[in-house]
């Protein structure tokens, strides 16, 4: 103890606690946080989940690229941030023809790109053309295939000029598109980043017109048409915009800039929220929902998202070869029981392979609970081929906990209802999708996510032979009717077609759609002309913030 | 000494050599690639990513050229983020993982090693039992159950330090703190056996018979002996703390090398797996290096003959 005395009397305290406190005031002096600084500088602070892998509309892919780019960049059209029906963007007008197959948009004269340049129908035809061509390997460029001829191209069949792809610049101001087939929604179709436009001399001078990772993406390169331009990207860190006063419709914008902070673990995301550093975060975790959901009523968010959680099964292999067998796996999950008792987020149970309500389209019901049936079902199959029970079948997943969840509650429905051993497995996400890419599982996990907000988006992925139908079924006659839902141009042709679409998914069951997604998201009260929309886009020129009035 | 800096350097050669061929044939062997992803890319569009970054040649071309690039100190493009190089993405990153590496170091060092020294001193005593069981739930203490456990007492309730982020020093304490814990714990532990031991030590005893002071034995003839093991730790733990981070990196949102070395294997991102393995594998050669050097410094036993 004598030691230890010593040390202590040694030390002045009275300056070491000093010391202390003020070293703990100057490392901790509270600043304001950005929620509350934001009203008078106009910041929005946005969690954006993952980084962008790209922020060239042309090879980008993801959602978040999708936030990014609809900040920098304008189509033809925009969105109404209601309903997301087109507005008039750079075009400030357009005509249809009959059959509609022909558009010719009228472009804005005042539209500017962020350098001062004029926007015009030859940025466009350029855009078109880069993201078809070849040797770009655009991942996204069958966005573009509705226009004439697109396909041809693309494929490197014949040249731009053979081919004669179907759109021109009439004048510098008018640009016609012609399409393979009328498609009711093509306008909409039009807000998807792969239809955005690229400045050609900024392309040009990064000789990035089919190379891709060139550097005109970088902030003070990139040139774009949007309400913002980019002015900072530190990578896994922030990524800034602010407000393009070349826009052709800058008086609307209200915001001065948007930070968007790609941050990926939900936990972090939701502390960032209520620490004051985030307005609205990109995710929720499933397990917080109960918490915030007392401690933030009013900022926590259920909002409908197009998109369908399923399970694909493997048509290659017994027993799914045998449509008994599906369809007793199918029939024997109660939907209700796992929105409700497992997930608990808002989501809805998928009894169509299509969200009801998708672009008008309401589908009727096809996947149903029904486990006598699948008793039946099973029985019989089992009679048929002498066996007492089906070997244990393997069920893959790519690893998180959510899916895991799922997974475990199907698997007891399974148990209890047909008597089926299931094996769980988990895979690391490359692993699970080259494994289901290579046809090499029994039944897996699923999901996918809309496009656009037409059925199309959903029902083209069961195509016979399509790269992501992935289960090895194929039927003429869906074929057939999702040819005519493409093809014709009267609205109760195709909700016709695309119902027996969906009679055919469920009366053949290579899938088991399961429940349809929710977007849960923390909102800050102060975020206003932000509305829930089916595709999560919010046009940011519309969005303003607001101090709430006091009550 | 130089003989030592001179044959380590040597040594380091083929050892990052084969540290960059076994990585190159790992990645390259693990199931899935960089361009797979949920939505079904075409087979020609494929083709054309592959032949983009060189992934259509056989193997050893591959291999050779990786190898020549390396040599020009080039690591190429990532493929995960095209737009951005390698050596620019370590470049940014790495002084953030090394302010955070450094700032638990300091915070690991100032309370592991006074805690084990008072520990050996008053041995089998409360103030030895005290700062034992803290350091050994220190080690136990998973990282992401410290850090929330920190951010909710001097966060969301004293209000003292922002909860994540890296914009200035009052967003570097709290995981420096959660960061360097961990190794305190352990620097303590350390300290206190290699403490134990040298006080244990005839030489030691005849300074207590010559009159010496506390502070004087533990000062000046102890603590060097009894901090061999602390520094022959230190190399690694320092190695440890810059790359070890990626948990930290994620809990408080800071933009360091330790989510890029993660990530970059989930994404099947071949050059920026090679390039944080290989940049990570220099610096623990050189790390060890130093400790070596500081060990030969100290200990005369341990200077090569």
Known sequence: MHLLKQILRSLNRTRFFSIGTLLLLFLGCSRPSNVETALEEKLLHFGLGAEPQHLDPHLATSVAAHNILSALLEGLVTEDPKDLKPRPGTAKSWDISKDGKTYVFNLRENAQWSNGDRVTAHDFVYSFRRMLNPNLGAQYASMLYPLKNALAYHQGEKSWQEANVGVKALDDHSLEITLENPIPYFLELLNHFSWFPVHRPTIEKFNAYEKIGTAWTKPNNFVGNGPFRLTKHHINSVIEVHKNEHYWDAKTVQLQGICFYPIEAAYTEERAY???????????????????????????????????????????NPPFDDRRVRQAFCLSIDRKKLVDKVLKGGQSPATTFTPPGTGGFHPTAGFRYDPDTAKGLLNSYLKEKGMDKLPPIELTYNT???????????????????????????????????????????LARAGWIGDYIDPHTFLQMWRTGEGLNMTGWGNKNYDQALQKAETSNSVDERWKNFQTCEDLLAAEAPILPLYFYVHLTLRHPTVKGWYPTLLDHHPYKYVYLEKEEAE | MIRLVVSRFLQAIPTLWVIATLTF?????????????????????????????????????????????????????????????????????????????????????????????????????????????????????????????????FSSHLGIFPPLGWDGPSNWVLPSLTLGLFYAAYIARLTRAGMLETLAQDY???????????????????????????????????????????????????PGLGKFFVTAAFNRDYTMVLGTVLFYATLIIFLNLLVDILQAWIDPKARPQ
Request: aromatic share 14%.
């Open chain 1, 400 to 442: 998180s906990e959510g899916h895991k969840k799922v997974a475990e509650a199907l698997h007891g429905m399974w148990k209890e209802t047909l008597g089926v051993e299931i094996h769980l497995l988990n895979m690391e996400w490359k692993v699970f999708l080259s494994t289901v890419a290579n046809g090499e599982f029994s």
């Open chain 2, 25 to 153: 044939l790992m990645t390259r062997y693990a199931p899935g690639g960089p361009f797979d992803s949920e939505k079904a890319i075409p087979e020609e569009i494929k083709i054309k990513l592959q032949s983009h970054f060189g992934l259509d040649q056989p193997l050893l071309n591959q291999y050779m050229l990786y190898l020549k690039n390396l040599l020009q100190g080039d690591l190429g493009p990532s493929f995960k983020y095209p737009e951005w190089e390698v050596s620019e993405l370590i470049a940014t990153a790495f002084p953030v993982s090394l302010t955070l590496g450094v700032l638990s170091l300091v915070f690991a060092i100032i309370i592991g090693i006074p805690a084990g020294m008072i520990a050996a001193l008053r041995k089998n005593t409360w103030v030895d039992y005290l700062p034992m069981s803290l350091s050994m739930a220190g080690i136990c203490l998973p990282t992401f159950v410290l850090g929330p456990l920190l951010i909710y007492v």
């Open chain 2, 204 to 254: 030691i005893r005849t300074a207590c018979a010559k009159g010496a002071s506390s502070w004087r034995i533990l000062f000046k003839h102890a603590s060097w002996g009894g901090l061999l093991p602390v520094i022959t730790f230190l190399g690694p733990a320092f190695a440890g703390l810059i790359s070890g981070s990626f948990v930290i990196e994620s809990i408080f949102f800071i």
């Open chain 1, 274 to 316: 209520r620490s004051g550093f985030l307005h609205l975060t990109q995710s929720v975790s499933a397990d917080r929902v109960d918490f915030l959901k007392e401690k933030y009523p009013d900022e926590l968010h259920f909002e409908p998202y197009l998109g369908t959680y399923f399970y694909r099964f493997n048509l290659k």
